[in-house]
Nanobody, 126 residues
Framework: EVQLVESGGGLVQAGGSLRLSCAAS????????IGWFRQAPGKEREGVSCISSSDGRTYYADSVKGRFTISSDNAKNTVYLQMSSLKPDDTAVYSCAADLRGCDPIVVVSTTPGYWGQGTQVTVSS
């Protein structure tokens, strides 16, 4: 059974940092792209970041470039999203997703990733 379990969300002041973790199980980690999308109330889903576990290539949305860093620990089957210089606009539910086809199904709004987790709430206060 495929499982993606997110952790690390919470409440932080603007300018602060959080690190999200996504623990994956039930599939061959190295074969998949794994990333994050977020959704705030009343807003469209946004692909935030993605990493290809096989070659380490990464993707970042323009809104988070220079502030967020995605990394992968293949030995632990875990992907991390280090978020710094957080802004109130970053407030959303962040969900981890995985797809055998690569990052596009995770970061492109019009597509649906193969698997995703329950999400973790990130709230940034001003």
């Amino acid at each position: 059974e495929v499982q993606l379990v997110e952790s690390g969300g919470g409440l932080v002041q603007a300018g602060g940092s959080l690190r999200l973790s996504c623990a994956a199980s039930g599939f061959t980690f190295d074969d998949y792209a794994i990333g994050w999308f977020r959704q705030a109330p009343g807003k469209e889903r946004e692909g935030v970041s993605c990493i290809s576990s096989s070659d380490g290539r990464t993707y970042y949305a323009d809104s988070v470039k220079g502030r967020f860093t995605i990394s992968s620990d293949n030995a632990k089957n875990t992907v991390y999203l280090q978020m710094s210089s957080l802004k109130p606009d970053d407030t959303a539910v962040y969900s981890c997703a995985a797809d055998l086809r690569g990052c596009d199904p995770i970061v492109v709004v019009s597509t649906t990733p193969g698997y995703w987790g329950q999400g973790t709430q990130v709230t940034v206060s001003s």
